[in-house]
């Protein structure tokens, strides 16, 4: 049994020996610091979202659909990014249009891409026979609502570039 002065004296060498660990951990952390503040060419840390380092050629993060400056694109509603993609991420909806000529002729109405479902496989952007949509390196998709994530690709008034068929 320990006398009361024995356990004082136990947890005065255990207060000791915290604070040495403490003070002594501390030191070792501002070494490392003061280390990297003379040697900036060695800190690998990147400063997001301040700093975005470019993304590798092969990074795919969203199917888009490019606009000229006229709001015309390259898609012609054909549907075969539809049919090439493997989870049913995209929607084709379409619509008739009249030609000067008095033809009915399919165009693209609505282009539906859910985003949430893109795998980022590329099939689509093969399968399209006009280049109409390509891959985008954009990767902020967080959203607290996951229905952001469904996008329509055409932007409103646009109508297909003169030319494509
Ligand atoms: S990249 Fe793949 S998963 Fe995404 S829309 Fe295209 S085909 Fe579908
Ligand atoms: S994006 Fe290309 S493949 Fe898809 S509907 Fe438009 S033209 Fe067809």
Do not use: W
């Not at 049994?1 to 024995?6: A, F, H, N």
């Not at 700093?51 to 050629?57: F, I």
């Amino acid at each position: 049994m320990k006398t009361v002065t024995e356990k004082k004296n136990m947890f005065i060498i255990d207060y000791i020996k915290t604070v040495y660990n403490s003070v002594r951990s501390l030191l070792q952390g501002m070494k490392l610091t003061g280390y990297y503040f003379t040697h900036h060419k060695e800190i690998i840390t990147e400063q997001y979202p301040e700093y975005r380092a470019p993304m590798a050629e092969r990074f795919k993060g969203e199917v888009v659909m490019p606009h000229d400056d006229k709001n015309e694109h390259r898609c012609t509603g054909c549907t075969a990014c539809e049919l090439a993609c493997p989870n049913g991420t995209i929607k084709i909806i379409t619509k008739f249009e009249t030609t000067p000529e008095g033809k009915k002729k399919k165009a693209l109405d609505t282009f539906v891409y859910h985003l949430e479902l893109c795998t980022m496989c590329n099939l689509c952007i093969v399968a399209c026979p006009t280049d109409a949509i390509k891959m985008a390196q954009t990767f902020e998709h967080s959203v607290f609502d996951r229905s952001q994530l469904t996008k329509v690709l055409n932007k409103p008034g646009s109508k297909l570039m003169e030319g494509v068929e």
